[in-house]
């Protein structure tokens, strides 16, 4: 049987929009191996198809596709911590999982790269999939079925605190509520925000963040979905946060907080339990692995 831990995603991350993402250390657990039925076992109460709607079923049926195998069914059993329809890179996870647990079944036909293009193509979201893949904090775009890609060092100093509410939002609700054409000033404002993230996330200026973080693509349209997710940004801001954004397509929350300030998070718990009690606050790092497969 086949191991695969993919950790979870948080795309955009304010300015970079559909490009850049970062892995984190919360991670889903998938055991894969061939059967001759579709048998699909989830381990931890999250909702999952147990039929080949199962997209993890699906994505690794996709890899033997491409490769000309035949393929019976697979046994899958689910361990999932990334919680579903959150802005936290669990479809990704699970796409990532598929493809990566049927190619170590097969033998490894798909190269790294191939793995990159194909989970990007099948989710649509390499500021996602690539960061679940490579780990740490990613720059990615998809184009004509290639992804190019760098994975950029993160200074050590930050850890991200996780604001995930007890409602969801679904990444196609948050993409429809988008314009389809933006001011060539709005262009600018986030290109400009998304590359002074990636030189101060690496370099550690952590004073650039706050601004680095800032967005007019996306946050403004979809902070009308989110009850409370402007207050918990203002919110997180007076806690003493150097930059703010929603996570992925939402509706979670990701204050960047400096290493140093332990008492952040017993800050954030309890502002959320006075004032947002839907809000809870958790602590994360970087993932700087990305995803492992190991036979078991
Ligand atoms: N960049 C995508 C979005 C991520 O914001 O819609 C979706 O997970």
């Known amino acids: 049987m086949v191991r695969v831990t993919v950790p979870a995603t948080s795309a955009n991350m304010g300015s970079g929009y559909d490009s850049i993402g970062i892995a984190l250390e919360l991670y889903n657990v998938i055991d ?11 381990k931890n109460g999250q909702f999952v198809p147990k ?36 802005g936290l890179g669990s479809s990704s996870a699970c796409t990532v999982a598929g493809i990566l647990g ?17 989970a990007a193509t099948i989710e649509g979201h390499p500021d996602n999939s690539t960061p679940a ?27 991200f605190i996780v604001f995930i509410p007890d409602f969801k939002l679904s990444t ?25 993230l990636a030189g101060s996330l690496t370099t550690g200026k952590l004073e650039n963040l706050d601004v680095a973080t800032g967005d007019c693509l996306h946050q403004p349209y979809r902070f009308g979905l989110i009850d409370n997710g402007e207050d918990i940004v203002r919110g997180a801001k007076e806690l003493g946060a150097l ?11 990701i204050a960047l907080v400096y290493k140093g300030d ?17 809000w809870k606050p958790i602590v ?4 700087e692995v990305g995803a492992v497969t190991k036979w078991i």
């Open 32 to 42: 894969i191996e061939e059967s001759d039925h579709i048998d699909i076992i989830d």
């Open 51 to 86: 039929d080949a709607r199962n997209l993890i079923y699906q994505c690794a049926k996709r890899v033997y596709d491409e490769c000309g195998k035949p393929l019976a069914g697979l046994k899958i059993i689910e361990d999932c911590a990334i919680p579903q329809t959150r």
């Open 102 to 118: 049927a190619n170590a079944l097969l033998g490894e036909p798909l190269s790294r790269q191939d793995v990159i293009d194909l």
């Open 133 to 159: 893949i490579l780990g740490g904090f990613c720059v990615a775009l998809l184009e004509d079925g290639h992804v190019w890609n760098v994975r950029v060092p993160v200074h050590g100093a930050i850890d």
């Open 172 to 196: 196609e609700k948050a993409r429809a509520v988008l314009p389809k054409t933006i001011a060539h000033h709005d262009a600018v404002f986030n290109l400009a925000r998304a590359a002074l």
């Open 243 to 253: 930059g703010t954004f929603i996570s992925g397509a939402g509706p979670s929350i």
């Open 262 to 278: 332990r008492d952040y998070l017993t800050r954030a718990q309890a502002m959320c339990k006075e004032k947002y009690p839907h």
């Open 284 to 287: 994360l790092r970087c993932d």
